[in-house]
């Protein structure tokens, strides 16, 4: 196949491969696939998690959960990859939004469990750290957690909150910070000396 007649395909078409080539459980080993790039497809993630296709939402969730099992992230941009056709989409801050968490245990012994919109889970932890970035402006947090290979999922405001709730204060990287744990590692959220004035 010359680079002249590849077409980037639609999304019916890209549902119809994934749909036969995906596991009856977990996610497509999508890190295995290596096919041609195909070009970029008018498919946008928002912010809110909401998923665009030619500039309209997608209203039915079983497709956007059908699409986010074939998501992959190489270097700073998405695709969504299949067995023959790999397109690129936007997607304006995490592809995913955490929705709400479980909580086990106390302590550093304590798990956080988080949930997607897209009904992923994740357990933070060494493999799923959690990170904030903070808006250079604003200080405004902008909180995520990895869910899967590159992929992070953003925690939403009432989550965030919630984690705000059960934080502590600990030593980390010589000076205190504010922050959580889950799975034996803390996850620093806010200088200590800075919680008056968040």
């Known amino acids: 196949m010359t680079a002249e007649n590849i077409t980037t395909p639609s999304a019916e078409s890209l549902a119809a491969s994934?749909?036969?080539a995906s596991p009856k459980k977990g996610h497509p080993p999508v890190h295995l696939w290596?096919?041609?790039f195909c070009g970029d497809l008018d498919m946008r993630i928002a912010r809110d998690g909401t998923w665009f296709y030619l500039g309209t939402p997608i209203g039915?969730?079983?497709?956007?959960?059908?699409f986010s099992s074939i998501l992959r992230k190489d270097g700073d941009k998405y695709f969504l990859v299949t067995p023959v056709e790999k397109v690129g989409i936007t997607v304006d801050?995490?592809?995913?939004?955490a929705l709400d968490f479980e909580v086990h245990g106390e302590g550093a012994e304590q798990k956080?469990?988080?949930?997607t919109?897209?009904?992923?889970?994740?357990?933070?932890?060494?493999?799923?750290?959690?990170r904030v970035v903070r808006d250079p402006e604003t200080g405004e947090p902008s909180p995520y957690i990895l869910m899967r290979a590159n992929l992070e999922a953003l925690i939403d405001r009432k989550s965030f909150y919630r984690l705000v709730d059960i934080g502590t204060v600990e030593?980390?990287?010589?000076?205190?910070w504010f922050g959580v744990w889950s799975g034996g590692v803390f996850f620093p959220i806010i200088p200590a000396d800075e919680l008056d004035q968040a």
């Open 93 to 97: 801050d995490a592809p995913f939004v």
């Open 60 to 66: 039915r969730p079983g497709l956007v959960k059908l």
């Open 34 to 36: 290596n096919p041609p």
């Open 112 to 115: 956080l469990t988080f949930h």
């Open 117 to 130: 919109h897209v009904d992923d889970a994740a357990t933070a932890g060494e493999e799923h750290p959690i």
């Open 171 to 176: 030593p980390h990287d010589g000076t205190d």
């Open 18 to 20: 994934v749909r036969a």
